[in-house]
């Protein structure tokens, strides 16, 4: 008997906001691969997924994707300029991921959530808690997930770290510190062009403010919760010293338990490293327990490689194969892969289940239970977003000549509250509860 599956009856169709660095590295892998494959779970069956359309601010990209890819896409639609976003949204899109510039990250997602589709947002998902209510709001009127990407979470050795807290074989942390630094190439190049009144802590130490707050936080029953947030730094070689432009900053968080213990933790971050320092992107963290202590290096474990005339610029000396890379199967089929993709895949596998792991009267239920999940859901980004606005607005006033105010969190005068130092003065950043 011969039995035929029509394999388009269930199908995902992307649409993509922004084409840059991140694109390349992680969505264009995803949907290559999702293009070939499709999506397949017993929960929802067979799922085809397709990029639909682009959007870019000159379509260059767009166009330069097409005829890179040949047959690893399909056929889209390449949108560009002022009206991009909106072009991208007349098209058949379910789906919309956002990969701009992060303080453009609010305009794209508000438009496709208020359109009605499902969102994904790269970190961070948005730079001040009144956008999150938005998007939130927006995302439970229209039924759709809300998302937004932390690869880091998916790193196997932050899982593991995450499971021996979880499990209690690591106790209560006290404090720790994560570095993370990234070389000039990313401030002088990449981002160059919108880089201006921009800081290296909201584009990368927002890494490690979600780590902490979901392996440490509220996610847990006896979590720490977000407390205090202090922050400085230092500017003179992408912009002017005086200026609103930072080389590097220096964030620091302090949590506090139920019980009243505090934990603080201390997270450096910079992008004028030089272009040929060992790790073109240097990451460290500490933390330190009741009962021990966690310390990982994530260029340092495992692989160094030299290549004449090659690294360290065209390969890494210490390179991250669990992120991203490129291989020869074992059984000889070329691949990427990485957790960085693996934790695109598995947004449209929640995507799938939403709207095709049962009977649509169940649906609202499955949405329930995709929302539910604090790793990547926007109603969990809250003391992320909380950190980078107060950090952010910490280092507008320092650039404006007042350096070493502090934002408490979850206090009597509001959510978000701003103290600068001398005279008692406060600015309410944000009135609601982080
Ligand atoms: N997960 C990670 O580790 C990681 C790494 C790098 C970047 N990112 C994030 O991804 C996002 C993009 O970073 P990138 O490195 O790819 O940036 P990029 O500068 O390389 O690319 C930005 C893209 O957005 C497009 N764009 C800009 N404004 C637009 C608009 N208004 N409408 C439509 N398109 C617009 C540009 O044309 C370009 O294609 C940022 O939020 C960044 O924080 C994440």
């Given at each position: 008997m011969q039995t035929s599956v029509n394999l388009n009856a269930h199908r995902?169709?992307?649409?993509?906001?922004?084409?840059?660095?991140?694109?390349?590295?992680?969505?264009?892998?995803?949907?290559?691969?999702?293009?070939?494959?499709?999506?397949?779970?017993?929960?929802?069956?067979?799922?085809?997924?397709?990029?639909?359309?682009?959007?870019?601010?000159?379509?260059?990209?767009?166009?330069?994707?097409?005829?890179?890819?040949?047959?690893?896409?399909?056929?889209?639609?390449?949108?560009?300029?002022?009206?991009?976003?909106?072009q991208l949204l007349a098209q058949p899109v379910d789906v919309v991921c956002v990969a701009t510039p992060d303080d453009r990250h609010f305009d794209a997602a508000r438009r496709a959530l208020q359109a009605g589709k499902h969102v994904l947002i790269e970190k961070p998902s948005v730079l001040r808690l009144q956008e999150l209510d938005e998007l939130q709001a927006l995302a439970q009127k229209q039924h759709v997930l809300a998302k937004v990407v932390y690869h880091k979470l998916a790193d196997p050795d932050h899982k593991k770290l995450r499971t021996h807290v979880v499990e209690g074989v690591l106790r209560h942390v006290n404090n720790g510190?994560?570095?993370?630094?990234?070389?000039?190439?990313?401030?002088?190049?990449?981002?160059?062009?919108?880089?201006?009144?921009?800081?290296?802590?909201?584009?990368?130490?927002v890494h490690y403010i979600k780590l902490?707050?979901?392996?440490?936080?509220?996610?847990?029953?006896?979590?720490?919760?977000?407390?205090?947030?202090?922050?400085?730094?230092?500017?003179?070689?992408v912009g002017?010293?005086?200026?609103?432009?930072?080389?590097?900053?220096?964030?620091?968080?302090i949590y506090s338990y139920p019980d009243g213990r505090e934990a603080a933790f201390d997270i450096h971050t910079s992008w004028?490293?030089?272009?040929?320092?060992?790790?073109?992107?240097?990451?460290?963290?500490?933390?330190?327990?009741?009962?021990?202590?966690?310390?990982?290096?994530?260029?340092?474990?495992?692989?160094?490689?030299?290549?004449?005339?090659?690294?360290?610029?065209?390969?890494?000396?210490?390179?991250?194969?669990?992120?991203?890379?490129?291989?020869?199967?074992?059984?000889?089929?070329?691949?990427?892969?990485?957790?960085?993709?693996?934790?695109?895949?598995?947004?449209?596998?929640?995507?799938?289940?939403?709207?095709?792991?049962?009977?649509?009267?169940?649906?609202?239920?499955?949405?329930?239970?995709?929302?539910?999940?604090?790793?990547n859901d926007l109603s969990a980004d809250r003391p992320t977003v909380a950190t980078v606005q107060a950090m952010e607005a910490i280092l507008q006033r320092h650039a404006a000549g007042q350096p070493g105010c502090v934002v408490s969190v979850n206090e009597p005068l509001g959510g978000l509250v701003l103290r600068a130092p001398g005279p008692a003065e406060v600015e309410v950043l944000y009135p609601g509860s982080v």
């Open positions: 995902l169709r992307a649409g993509m906001v922004g084409l840059g660095m991140i694109f390349d590295e992680t969505y264009r892998p995803l949907f290559e691969q999702l293009h070939r494959e499709g999506l397949y779970r017993r929960g929802f069956g067979f799922v085809s997924v397709e990029l639909t359309a682009v959007a870019s601010r000159t379509g260059v990209r767009g166009e330069r994707l097409r005829q890179s890819a040949g047959s690893r896409l399909g056929p889209f639609v390449n949108c560009s300029g002022d009206k991009a976003i909106e510190y994560c570095s993370l630094l990234e070389p000039k190439q990313i401030s002088g190049q990449q981002f160059a062009e919108w880089i201006t009144g921009r800081n290296p802590g909201t584009y990368v130490a902490i707050d979901f392996t440490f936080g509220p996610a847990l029953p006896d979590g720490a919760r977000l407390a205090r947030i202090h922050a400085t730094g230092q500017r003179g070689l002017p010293a005086n200026g609103p432009t930072w080389d590097s900053v220096q964030l620091q968080m004028v490293t030089p272009d040929n320092f060992p790790g073109y992107v240097e990451q460290e963290v500490q933390f330190r327990f009741d009962n021990g202590v966690w310390n990982a290096h994530q260029r340092k474990r495992g692989v160094e490689v030299t290549v004449e005339g090659q690294t360290p610029h065209a390969i890494k000396n210490t390179p991250n194969h669990h992120y991203n890379a490129t291989f020869l199967e074992p059984w000889g089929e070329r691949s990427q892969r990485g957790y960085g993709i693996e934790v695109l895949h598995r947004f449209f596998e929640e995507a799938a289940y939403v709207e095709f792991g049962g009977p649509a009267d169940e649906r609202e239920e499955r949405l329930r239970q995709m929302r539910a999940l604090t790793y």
